[in-house]
């Protein structure tokens, strides 16, 4: 392969080893940040026909990027940096890779050894400085000849191997000078010849063997079968999992039981018309919420939702089976009994086809009155909320109902955290496209979500769209230039001058709320900006419509020009904090009076 007899110097030789085996192991996509001392692994990336590459200049937007890439597609991306304070920069997005368990790979280029704690130039300690977050880390030495090349081979491999099972991983690789194209005398070839067949053929120098073990699930199919009254949670999922939401219907169908599919679960939008999508709605009557579930089957991470975590911690019921392929405990209200580490799409259709053998045994579902009920509190928040909302202009939750509706199927839609994604899990409609939708989650914070959307949207290869609200895209503005090329981005801003959400906190109502100029100065933090500017600088076409209609032809509009689109959405916080305050009285009292007749 010329890009690998190539090199110049032992430096490259290294650099491009690594680089060819990171793609040969499915990591394809490496965003490269400019700086010096990284030249050897941004030359690699350069040379390799088959490396994808997008080179930015912010070490932190680069990181939610690759979080993005990994999301959607559930392989790791690369992240190529040089040493300092360029390598800190990855930490938030490493933190949020961590908690929602993508996919990562940190290339972090540092100094030699014998410049580190000497007061030198851009060296910090990067060895370890992603302990608490990263799956994996290893310092993998100055390149010498006098080190077998295979240990760059396999350190790449293991690299991926470890990202795979969910989360980042760290390789710090010093390098001395030269940095450079500048030939130290030694002859590639030979160092290629000692790794055999692997320098001029295609497959990876390490393969990961993963046992096919089909779960044993009789034991639990036998302690679910004959519960009357449980609930199948259907919690975030990877983008990629089709078999989950399939299995899991058919399990509460089996059952008797209602699903409740998150937003993120790929079960909410154009899926499941059977499932209690309003469930957060309906939680707010007292009556559903005294209705305590015996069991919980639940896939996947957790709920969007806080009335939901809230109701199971309440009703701590006898049995909590949770699902999930990571080791780490997700179990925030301390209520799961039964923990099943595996891959969750294998055993969603392990126990529909062993509860599918039960079922000629039965007489009957057992708990179909007890699922019609919900089915029933579901729909009555739902027509309760739409015969406001219906009046309500374009308010923020009509926004979140607009995008959904606008998007092509199968388009992508990213959730900021914050309002946006509490607004699509509780308004949106089931109905119409099924559109794949992401937030993240894990740590929730509300940095690097523009750069998200850019690597989601460049995963799929499909338009996507973006629900962020006026901080967060002030906190991530300078990604908007990410969104200049390549596949379109429909931006769409709702802009309430501040933090919207702290209004929903007993700081600003109730018995402990603060007088209204401190809340306003250190919670509501007004800010009195607008961001046309901001799509001007990133050359970005600018819509700011005051209409659902205006709303849904300029997502159209963005649409079909086939490029990026910033559209501002100007509300009032205090204003949308009594709609929704108005929504969620009139679906109790609608859940109430449904349920009062049962």
Not at 246 to 264: K, S, V
Request: with cysteine; net charge negative.
């Amino acid at each position: 392969m010329p890009h690998l007899v190539s090199a110049p110097n032992v430096n490259h030789l290294w650099a491009a080893l690594l680089v060819e085996e990171l793609v040969r192991q499915g990591t394809t996509f490496f965003v490269v940040c400019p700086g010096s001392r990284s030249t050897p692994l941004a030359v690699a990336v350069a040379n390799n026909p088959k490396a994808e590459a997008l080179v930015h200049w912010d070490e932190r937007a680069a990181g939610f990027v690759a979080l993005g890439w990994g999301r959607a597609t559930g392989r790791p991306a690369a992240v190529v940096t040089t040493s300092g304070t360029a390598v800190a920069n990855l930490l938030p997005a490493a933190v949020e890779a961590r908690q929602s368990g993508v996919p990562m790979v940190l290339l972090t280029a540092d100094r030699p050894p014998e410049l580190r704690e000497t007061g030198a130039n851009q060296a910090i300690r990067q060895p370890g400085l992603f302990a608490t977050v990263a799956l994996w880390a290893h310092d993998l030495g100055t390149p010498t000849p006098a080190v077998d090349p295979a240990v760059v081979l396999t350190t790449a491999a293991e690299a991926v191997s470890r990202a795979c099972d969910g989360g980042p991983v760290h390789l710090n690789l010093p390098f001395r000078e030269p940095l450079g194209g500048t030939p130290d005398g030694s002859d590639p070839s030979v160092r290629l010849d000692a790794l055999g067949g692997w320098a001029g053929g295609e497959e990876p120098y390490t393969r990961r063997l993963a046992p096919t073990v089909r779960p044993e699930v009789g034991e639990l199919a036998h302690g679910l079968h004959g519960v009357e009254r449980g609930v199948v949670v259907l919690g975030p999922l990877d983008t990629e999992d089709a078999e989950t939401p399939t299995a899991a219907a058919e399990i509460a169908d089996r059952l008797g039981w209602p699903l409740l599919p998150d937003l993120l679960s790929g079960a909410r939008l154009g899926h499941v018309p059977e499932a209690a999508v309003a469930v957060d709605l309906a939680l707010t009557s007292a009556t559903l919420r005294a209705l305590h579930p015996e069991a919980v089957l639940q896939f996947g991470g957790r709920p969007t939702s806080k009335r939901v975590a809230q109701w199971i911690a309440d009703a701590r019921p006898d049995l909590y089976v949770h699902v999930h392929p990571r080791r780490e405990r997700i179990d925030p209200v301390h209520r799961v009994t039964h923990r099943l580490v595996a891959p969750v799409g294998p055993v969603a259709m392990a126990l529909d086809e062993s509860l599918a053998s039960r079922d000629a045994r039965r007489t009957g579902r057992l708990g179909d009155g007890w699922r019609s009920g919900w089915r029933a509190a579901s729909q009555a928040a739902r027509r309760a909320a739409d015969s406001i909302l219906a009046e309500s202009g374009l308010s923020e939750p009509v926004v979140a109902r607009a995008i959904v509706r606008a998007l092509p199927k199968g388009a992508g839609l990213v959730a900021a955290a914050s309002m946006p994604v509490r607004d699509l899990d509780t308004y949106a409609e089931a109905g119409g496209p099924a559109v794949v939708v992401t937030a993240n989650r894990g740590a929730s914070g509300i940095d690097g979500t523009v750069a998200t959307a850019a690597g989601f949207a460049r995963g799929r290869g499909l338009p996507t769209g973006l629900l962020i609200g006026d901080l967060a895209l002030l906190h991530d503005q300078t990604s908007l230039a990410l969104l200049r090329d390549g596949l379109p981005v429909i931006v769409v801003c709702v802009n309430n001058d501040g933090g919207g959400i702290f209004h929903r906190l007993p700081i600003a109502h109730g018995e402990g709320r603060l007088v209204e100029d401190t809340f306003e100065r250190f919670f509501g933090t007004p800010h009195g900006l607008t961001f046309e500017h901001a799509a001007a600088q990133a050359g970005l076409a600018y819509n700011a419509p005051e209409s659902v209609e205006a709303l849904e032809a300029a997502i159209d509009q963005g649409l079909s020009s086939g490029a990026s689109v910033l559209i501002e959405v100007r509300t009032s916080r205090e204003q949308q904090t009594a709609l929704r305050r108005r929504i969620e009285a009139a679906c109790a009292e609608a859940v109430d009076q449904a349920l009062s007749g049962r």
